[in-house]
């Protein structure tokens, strides 16, 4: 079956770690997303990528990183430096970037906890 | 700038009444639009989505939406919910900037209950 698979599902961590969550897709798709999900905030976009070796800030990118070496694969890494990094993170991808090609299709997604 | 309210935070319905979830939204030119659900502890999956055309679109579990240009709203219905319909739901609008990405603008969510 085609999808998003995202992994762990819970994430513990100590402060001052950085941790790095993993998002593979199996779809084909050039485009891939990182969202932060906070009660009561809806979806927040962290990183995008539209193609390989490619990858631009979305609108809370500081403290986070990502890197896209491959088609299928985008991990997020949440350093130290981001200031309140728990919370549920979101992996999409689409077809493409651009066009009419804007359904997003979401992995579960993974629960962070730091403490 | 682009933006989506969805200005019920949380709807209580009873099982088998009927559903309107309010959705509006900010943006210059013609919106693509979306609805996604979303269980506890989970991704989200689309419901329907408009990008032109007829402006009564039909969706996965017997959702619809209505895109209003001149309210600018895309309202989602149902006639008679189900006990699993209990979720939340999110709007989104497609907006595309200077490289023309894909980026989606979300609202912050209704809180769909069903009662017995």
């Known amino acids: 079956d085609g999808g998003i698979t995202q992994s762990p599902k819970y994430l513990f961590r100590k402060e001052g770690q950085n941790v790095t969550l993993s998002c593979e897709q199996n779809l084909n798709h050039d485009a891939m997303y990182w969202y932060r999900q906070d009660p009561g905030q809806g979806l927040r976009l962290i990183y995008y990528s539209q193609i390989v070796n490619d990858f631009q800030k979305g609108d809370i990118a500081e403290g986070y990183s990502v890197s896209r070496e491959k088609k299928e694969s985008f991990p997020l890494t949440v350093t130290s430096a981001q200031k309140n990094p728990t919370a549920f993170y979101l992996c999409a991808s689409s077809i493409a970037p651009g066009g009419l090609h804007y359904e997003q299709y979401f992995g579960p997604g993974t629960r962070l906890t730091v403490t | 700038a682009q933006s989506v309210t969805q200005p019920d935070i949380h709807i209580t319905v009873s099982e088998g009444a009927s559903l309107e979830l309010r959705c509006n939204y900010s943006?210059?030119?013609?919106?693509?639009l979306f609805w996604y659900v979303q269980s506890p502890g989970q991704g989200l999956q689309l419901l329907l989505k408009y990008f032109s055309g007829d402006t009564l679109v039909q969706g996965i579990k017997g959702f619809e939406a209505e895109f209003k240009r001149s309210q600018s709203s895309f309202n989602l219905r149902k006639p008679s919910v189900h006990w699993s319909d209990a979720a939340e739901y999110f709007c989104?609008?497609?907006?595309?900037?200077?490289?023309?990405?894909?980026?989606?603008?979300f609202g912050t969510g209704t809180l769909l209950a069903v009662q017995p």
């Open positions: 989104a609008v497609g907006a595309g900037y200077g490289g023309a990405t894909n980026k989606l603008i």
């Open positions: 943006y210059g030119a013609t919106p693509y």
